[in-house]
Nanobody, 115 residues
């Protein structure tokens, strides 16, 4: 089994920044990529960003230019630096790890952008 623990969420004012972390542990075997998703109240979960083990990244249009995904492969940890946050970024953010066994999800962490 693989366990994922997110941290770094909280309340921030519009225009502010937060950095999320996702630490993976357990039977991590042949990891392919890690990703961040989010789910706002009343909406479906949506993809935010992905980083592969080789460092390739991808972003949704809604966060491109404001969010940066990175990882420390030695620590099996992924990060999401979120800048210029907007109220519409308010959501529960989930970390996902994909390996040869399938997908693993964290429990999620709340990010609230409000004045």
């Amino acid at each position: 089994q693989v366990q994922l623990v997110e941290s770094g969420g909280g309340l921030v004012q519009p225009g502010g920044s937060l950095r999320l972390s996702c630490a993976a542990s357990g039977n991590i075997f042949r990891r392919n990529y890690m990703a961040w998703y989010r789910q706002a109240p009343g909406k479906q979960r949506e993809w935010v960003a992905t980083i592969t083990t080789t460092g390739s990244t991808g972003y949704s249009n809604s966060v491109k230019g404001r969010f940066t995904i990175s990882s420390d492969n030695a620590k099996n940890t992924a990060y999401l630096q979120m800048n210029n946050l907007k109220p519409e970024d308010t959501a529960v953010y989930y970390c996902k790890l994909n390996n040869v066994a399938g997908d693993y999800w964290g429990q999620g962490i709340q990010v609230t952008v409000s004045s």
